[in-house]
């Protein structure tokens, strides 16, 4: 009776381990980024003085651009495009942020900055960016802190040929850009700190 008992285990495992698909478990889950558009912030940093005095500042409004989805977080970052109003330009003082803007910006006719993402490698994000009515790449390191996006570069306004619009800011700012040794001096370097968040959406 045992005997019998242990053959018929025996078969029916058999038939099971028959039946059984050798392809592995699919996982039915899939995910999804996307951007959200109200958690976006730009600030810059651009130095004065030839101690490199930081002058920080951001904008208040900036059009960021995306398709709408992406299976990956590298696909969904090479499609971020931007279009920032100089208008909407901020240093928490007034009179700074109209010299700035007359005297920078609208020297070269500029009303609005425009960017995109041109390359994803690694952990390097390179934006082709309008100025001065020149494109130039500016590349930078990006860093994924859960599902915000930092990104860190610096521009170098000397290969937007801006020195006119550099000298048109000094005469503008008058004394305010000369430091204790007399000297007038903007740099040409200008760092540019990005954050925004993407979300993440799973079946």
Known sequence: MVAKQFLMVALAALLITGCKSDAPNEDVSSCVYS??????????TAYKFTNNTPVK?????????????????????????FT??????????????????NGFFTFMGMETLK????????????????LNKIKEKVTGSYT?????L??????N??????????EALNAQCGINHKGEDGITV???SVDIHFTTRLVKTCN
């Open 84 to 101: 920032i109003p100089i208008s909407s330009l901020e240093t928490m003082d007034e009179l700074k942020n109209s010299n700035i803007i």
């Open 144 to 148: 994924m802190n859960g599902d915000v």
């Open 150 to 155: 930092s990104f860190h570069g610096t521009m």
């Open 157 to 166: 306004l000397s290969l937007f040929q801006a020195g006119k619009a550099i």
């Open 57 to 81: 500042g951001t904008f208040n409004e900036m059009n960021i651009s995306t398709i709408s989805s992406a299976k990956t977080v590298e696909e969904l970052i090479g499609s971020l495009g």
């Open 186 to 188: 903007v740099s040409d």
């Open 35 to 44: 951007y959200d558009n109200s958690s976006s912030s730009m600030e810059w």
């Open 115 to 130: 960017g995109n993402v041109v390359a994803v490698e690694g952990d390097q994000l390179t934006f082709e960016v309008s």
